[in-house]
């Protein structure tokens, strides 16, 4: 079992930034997809990074891509959401996600993937 708890969200304005953290109850170093997801209100839960923590392949959807970062801190089991260049289109419920890869293909950024979930961190950008 891991356990994820998110910090960091906030209110800023348009242009600004955040960092997200996730602190996990054991470290994921090795063999796990961790992930950050978002969720507006009426919409659906969508990925916009993941890492693979034994390589560090990053991977970042094409809405994000060039504006966050995601990075990991194995020292202290921590996973972070480096968030620049923010929109009010990136409003939302922010969570993160872990799954231990055991082999085989899977698609880094999609929900279904993962089956450990933190509790969420809301961002809020006004323009």
């Known amino acids: 079992q891991v356990q994820l708890v998110e910090s960091g969200g906030g209110s800023v304005q348009a242009g600004g930034s955040l960092r997200l953290s996730c602190a996990a109850s054991?470290?994921?170093?090795?063999?796990?997809?961790m992930g950050w997801f978002r969720q507006a209100p009426g919409k659906e839960r969508e990925g916009v990074a993941s890492?693979?923590?034994?390589?560090?392949?990053?991977y970042y959807s094409d809405s994000v891509k060039g504006r966050f970062t995601i990075s990991q801190d194995n020292a202290k089991n921590t996973l972070y959401l480096q968030m620049n260049s923010l929109k009010p289109e990136d409003t939302a419920m922010y969570y993160c996600?872990?799954?231990?890869?055991?082999?085989?293909?899977?698609?880094?950024?999609?929900?279904?993937?993962?089956?450990?979930w933190g509790q969420g961190t809301q961002v809020t950008i006004s323009s």
């Open positions: 996600a872990a799954r231990h890869y055991t082999g085989g293909y899977i698609h880094p950024l999609r929900r279904e993937e993962y089956n450990y």
């Open positions: 054991r470290y994921t170093a090795s063999r796990y997809y």
């Open positions: 890492v693979y923590t034994f390589g560090d392949n990053t």
